[in-house]
């Protein structure tokens, strides 16, 4: 079995809109998933799902072939790093208490918390000196590797990323990207990104998910979606960012 995390028959309602229809899908290990698609179309909402801050109405959500349940979602989110819109830092504590947050609690050893942090340091090229500083002032691609490492920082299965690069201008985001890149095939990483940008979503992903009302529309590369697109929203959606679809 390939598939690190799975779907089955998953939905998600708030009130009478829904916001994720019956849905089946398997993300693969060691391969970015990028979910795509128009604001409201369910992608937060499935990040959401996976790591337990939302429950489906119906179906399963399985982690390594084990349904996720009230009893075990709090171990499995220490098994999964997430990174959040806007980057989520926590404005009065330090870069370094950011992304040590989660270790401190697990009362890991300081010699190995010193450790990680000097590799999360090079592995994101995130100055040491700056470790010291407050989120106000960082930059914002400081502020999203610090906001990376955090969710780096206990060696995660499973990295969700809901928009990271969203804020940032184009030189900052296309730096990030080429990092990003390097940083998931470096560690083999299994990870799930949700992007509104189509060159993004081909850039950083091995596959792409096209959604849109709650269903996923399309699976495969920005190959498929171009030349075999599933419906008319498809090639909509492409003709819609051209002059990204062509990078």
């Given at each position: 079995?390939?598939?690190?995390?799975?779907?089955?028959?998953?939905?998600?309602?708030?009130?009478?809109?829904?916001?994720?229809?019956?849905?089946?899908?398997?993300?693969?290990?060691?391969?970015?998933?990028?979910?795509?698609?128009?604001?409201?179309?369910?992608?937060?909402?499935?990040?959401?799902?996976?790591?337990?801050?939302?429950?489906?109405?119906?179906?399963?959500?399985?982690?390594?072939?084990?349904?996720?349940t009230f009893?075990?979602?709090?171990?499995?989110?220490?098994?999964?790093?997430?990174?959040?819109?806007?980057?989520?830092?926590?404005?009065?504590?330090?870069?370094?208490?950011?992304?040590?947050?989660?270790?401190?609690?697990?009362?890991?050893?300081?010699?190995?918390?010193?450790?990680?942090?000097?590799?999360?340091?090079?592995?994101?090229?995130?100055?040491?000196?700056?470790?010291?500083?407050?989120?106000?002032e960082l930059?914002?691609?400081?502020?999203?590797?610090?906001?990376?490492?955090?969710?780096?920082?206990?060696?995660?299965?499973?990295?969700?990323?809901?928009?990271?690069?969203?804020a940032l201008?184009?030189?900052?985001?296309?730096?990030?990207?080429?990092?990003?890149?390097?940083?998931?095939?470096?560690?083999?990483?299994?990870?799930?990104?949700?992007?509104?940008?189509?060159?993004?979503?081909?850039?950083?992903?091995?596959?792409?998910?096209?959604?849109?009302?709650?269903?996923?529309?399309?699976?495969?590369?920005?190959?498929?979606?171009?030349?075999?697109?599933?419906?008319?929203?498809?090639?909509?959606?492409?003709?819609?960012?051209?002059?990204?679809?062509?990078?």
């Open positions: 079995m390939t598939a690190l995390v799975q779907l089955r028959g998953v939905s998600k309602t708030f009130g009478a809109a829904a916001a994720l229809h019956s849905t089946d899908i398997a993300f693969e290990r060691a391969k970015t998933t990028v979910l795509i698609g128009p604001s409201g179309c369910g992608k937060s909402t499935l990040l959401r799902l996976i790591i337990g801050l939302l429950e489906p109405d119906d179906g399963i959500i399985q982690f390594e072939g084990a349904p996720t009893a075990n979602i709090a171990d499995l989110r220490r098994r999964i790093g997430y990174v959040i819109q806007d980057g989520g830092l926590f404005p009065h504590l330090t870069a370094r208490q950011n992304v040590l947050l989660m270790s401190m609690h697990l009362k890991r050893p300081a010699a190995e918390m010193d450790q990680r942090l000097t590799e999360l340091c090079a592995l994101t090229r995130f100055p040491q000196t700056a470790l010291d500083r407050y989120p106000i930059s914002g691609g400081q502020r999203q590797r610090i906001s990376l490492m955090r969710a780096l920082a206990l060696s995660p299965e499973l990295l969700l990323l809901d928009e990271p690069l969203g201008d184009p030189l900052v985001r296309a730096a990030l990207q080429k990092d990003l890149k390097e940083i998931f095939a470096r560690l083999k990483q299994t990870a799930i990104l949700v992007t509104h940008d189509l060159a993004e979503a081909a850039y950083l992903g091995d596959v792409i998910v096209l959604m849109n009302e709650g269903r996923v529309v399309q699976i495969g590369t920005l190959e498929d979606l171009r030349t075999k697109p599933a419906a008319k929203f498809v090639t909509e959606f492409i003709n819609a960012q051209r002059g990204l679809a062509l990078v």
